[in-house]
């Protein structure tokens, strides 16, 4: 096992997901003491980046005794100058900030950069830098404006990279992973079917003879999660899907229909007019969601009572929704309707999310180790707050009217063009309007947004190139097929800095 000792960067469970990716198991940790980390007997430990100065007042350091357990370290970004700071090397703030992509060249003979290209693009995000490594490490890669990009001391394994090796944009970084592995001596036989067998065992563990309910969209996540409780619980696990009035077009109906097949509880509960009453006049992208979080709590409580005597609710939460509604000392991007949209007060004895650390495509590995239908393991991500985040502004009903009909459009011809390999693509509601000319009158009307991305782990993205030819029968279904549509916009930035939906 190697622990991963958290220090609130934005990309740390993307580490964990690197090391599963070399079959070793990962847990991720907050603020442990010695004694802890010991009793978990890790091979290896990965101090994360993180958001603080290692010379702040109260910054999290970890305990300077695991430089002696005999385990080799790997420091990224904060956790390389938390290292530098516990050994004794110093760290201050560095004249040129670096940002983004980076060439990072590898001087002098490295461990952990065995089989490494010389030169190669890294991705930084830093204000302090090392300055003078401690004792016994030698400096084994260096950028521009980063003369200590990289550093180790290879009689105790002890390794240090101010880059960060786990985003795709470090070209080397999987290398980097795979080398620290290999120096750690792990044996590689952990795999996604491993995480099934042991996920189930827990549930059976936690929940014994309790009833729960599970919070089900339809979508792979909440699908997967309950495909999870109905191998631990059977016929005590009731499903709830509610339609929000903010799903897709046909939406409802789909789903109704394939998981009235599977062998569970499923009681479908028609809320749409509940949910826009409360979203009337709301336009503040996070109070939206949390409107939502709120409202789908409040459903679930009255379904429960109805039941009786529910203890738990399983969310199909993954890792994405709790990094970005904020963890720790990380900052909040958006409050993902399941996490930080929750209310202070649920009314159930405890919320179960045994997907909670995984990323979407560990998702549906495990959704096919548990045998579910392609069609939902390969479905792409719908969020939670359905349309209401991609409606700029106030939520209407004639708006998710126009969203529900060029989405719609845009499906249809993606599929019919056999566009293949796009991870997510929809078509959202800007909150402009502009001027435009339709059978020789004027006309003043919205603009429909196309969005279409590639990703693995949907924490960062890359705009899709959808041929020309597909999006301007697109545009043109758009404007004659939809009243109140004169304009159709194609987003083309990446994540970051934008994210995927537009709220
Ligand atoms: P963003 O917009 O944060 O989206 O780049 C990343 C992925 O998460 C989905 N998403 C959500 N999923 N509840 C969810 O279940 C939410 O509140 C939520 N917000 C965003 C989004 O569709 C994309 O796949």
Redesign the pocket.
């Given at each position: 096992m190697i622990l991963v000792l958290d220090f609130g960067g934005q990309y740390n469970q993307l580490i964990a997901r690197r090391v599963r990716e070399n079959n070793v198991y990962c847990e991720v940790h907050t603020a442990l003491s010695f004694e802890k980390i010991r009793s978990l007997k890790p091979e290896g430990i990965i101090l994360t980046g993180g958001p603080q100065s290692v010379y702040e007042k109260d910054s999290l350091l970890p305990p300077e005794k695991i430089f002696s357990l005999g385990v080799p370290i790997l420091g990224i970004c904060y956790g390389a100058q938390a290292m530098t700071k516990i050994l004794g090397g110093e760290v201050k703030p560095a004249s040129v900030r670096e940002y983004g992509k980076t060439e990072v060249e590898i001087i002098g003979a490295s461990k952990l950069f065995k089989g490494v290209e010389k030169k190669s693009v890294a991705w930084m995000s830093h204000t302090d830098r090392i300055f003078s490594p401690p004792e016994n490490f030698s400096v084994t890669a260096a950028t521009k404006n980063c003369p200590v990009a990289a550093m180790e001391n290879p009689a105790q394994n002890f390794f240090a990279v101010q880059f960060h090796p786990e985003v795709v944009h470090t070209v080397e970084g999987a290398k980097i992973f795979s080398n620290f592995v290999d120096i750690c001596g792990c044996k590689r036989d952990w795999k996604m079917s491993s995480f099934v067998v042991d996920t189930v065992e827990n549930l059976k563990k936690k929940i014994g003879g309790g009833k729960v309910l599970c919070a089900l969209s339809g979508g792979v996540?909440s699908s997967v999660a309950a495909a999870l409780l109905s191998k631990a619980v059977g016929k005590n696990l009731t499903c709830v899907f509610v339609d929000h009035g903010l799903l897709r077009k046909n939406e409802a109906v789909e789903v109704e229909e394939v998981f009235s097949k599977f062998d569970l509880n499923f009681i479908k509960v028609d809320a749409g007019e509940r949910f826009l009453k409360k979203l009337r006049g709301v336009v503040e992208p996070e109070r939206k969601?949390k409107i939502i979080g709120e409202e789908f709590i409040r459903v679930f409580e009255e379904v429960s009572k109805k039941i009786g005597a529910v203890d738990f609710l399983v969310q199909g939460t993954i890792y994405?929704?709790v990094i970005?509604s904020g963890l720790g000392k990380s900052a909040v991007?958006?409050s993902?309707?399941?996490v930080g949209?929750l209310p202070d007060f649920v009314d159930f004895k405890e919320i179960v999310e045994p997907l909670r650390l995984l990323f979407k495509d560990e998702v549906r590995q495990a959704g096919r180790e548990l045998g579910l239908p392609e069609k939902i393991v390969s479905r792409q991500?719908?969020?939670?707050?359905g349309l209401a985040?991609r409606i700029i502004g106030e939520v209407t009903a004639e708006k998710i009217k126009i969203v529900q009909e060029a989405d719609a459009i845009f499906r249809e011809e993606i599929s019919s063009a056999g566009v293949k390999n796009l991870s997510?693509y929809f078509a959202a509601l800007t909150n402009m309007r502009s001027v435009g000319v339709m059978g020789d009158g004027r006309t003043y009307d919205c603009a429909v947004a196309l969005r279409g991305v590639l990703t693995d782990d949907?924490m960062t993205a890359e705009a899709a190139k959808i041929p020309w030819e597909v999006l301007s029968v697109v545009a043109n279904r758009i404007v004659n097929e939809i009243r109140g549509v004169n304009r159709v916009l194609y987003d083309c930035t990446s994540?970051p800095p934008a994210?995927?939906?537009f709220e």
């Open positions: 996540d969601r994405p929704d970005e991007i958006k993902h309707h399941n949209g991500p719908f969020p939670g707050p985040i997510q949907f994540k994210t995927i939906e």
